[in-house]
């Protein structure tokens, strides 16, 4: 079951914030971000798993809800670089292990204006 | 250079006219996967491998079929292609932790297809 994402997208100048939420209805294993401009392929940003591990780039940050099934990706003090569309994919938990079935949303677009 | 590798990148071809696109992964990655792309409707796992001779269903396998018979390779059959299979498509790999997919998965570069 594919996850929600809001907002769908959003704007931003320079230097300021942005959240992203993921929601699922299933219980997670964990969650995983990439980021895609036009025409590129995705990037990697963060993994987190449940029971508090997570993995990713430094100047990124995320937190997973477990009981809540719901992920949020922080934009802290925007760059220009920051644009594109940023998907979560979840991995559903079944027997306590990862199967590697993993299921994105459809994506949030951020542009960030000079 | 690390990379995953897709071969076409372009294809248009005429619908039920076999076709397979290649994916290779020079980085000895377990895990691999494909995933089609539509617009608004984000990246869709059509299948994945955590290991040789070991696939599994992800959420759009239908008219596609996959193989894995060596770690770097991980083609994607279509043996009766159809103007809804008209997409972008992204093949991935990724080192697993254990039996636990607890990396960054590596894109390449993507293969537009169309399927009059």
């Known amino acids: 079951q594919q996850p929600v994402q809001s907002p769908q997208a959003v704007i931003l100048r320079e230097g300021e914030d942005a959240v992203i939420n993921c929601s699922s209805s299933?219980?997670?294993?964990?969650v995983h971000w990439y980021r895609q401009k036009h025409g590129e392929a995705p990037i990697f940003l963060m993994i987190?798993?449940?029971?508090?591990e997570q993995k990713g780039h430094d100047k990124i940050s995320a937190s997973f809800n477990e009981k809540k099934q719901q992920s949020s990706l922080y934009l802290t003090a925007s760059q220009l670089s920051y644009s594109g569309t940023y998907f979560c994919?979840?991995?559903?938990?079944?027997?306590?292990?990862?199967?590697?079935?993993?299921?994105f949303g459809q994506g949030t677009i951020l542009t960030v204006h000079p | 250079e690390a990379q995953v590798t897709q071969n076409p990148r372009y294809l248009i071809t005429v619908t039920g006219k076999k076709l397979t696109v290649t994916c290779s992964q020079n980085?000895?990655?377990?895990?691999m996967s494909w995933y089609r792309q539509d617009p608004g409707l984000g990246l869709r796992q059509i299948y994945y491998?955590?290991?040789?001779?070991?696939?599994d269903k992800g959420d759009v396998p239908e008219g596609y079929k996959v193989s894995r018979k060596e770690k770097r390779n991980f083609p994607l059959i279509l043996e009766s292609p159809s103007p809804n299979q008209t997409s972008l498509y992204f093949c991935?790999?990724?080192?697993?932790?254990?039996?636990?997919?607890?990396?960054?998965?590596?894109f390449g570069p993507g293969t537009r297809l169309t399927v009059l």
């Open positions: 994919g979840t991995e559903i938990q079944a027997g306590g292990t990862s199967y590697g079935k993993l299921t």
């Open positions: 980085m000895n990655h377990e895990y």
């Open positions: 991935a790999s990724s080192q697993t932790l254990g039996i636990t997919l607890y990396n960054e998965q590596f």
């Open positions: 299933k219980a997670l294993y964990s």
């Open positions: 491998s955590m290991n040789v001779e070991v696939t």
């Open positions: 987190l798993l449940k029971g508090g």
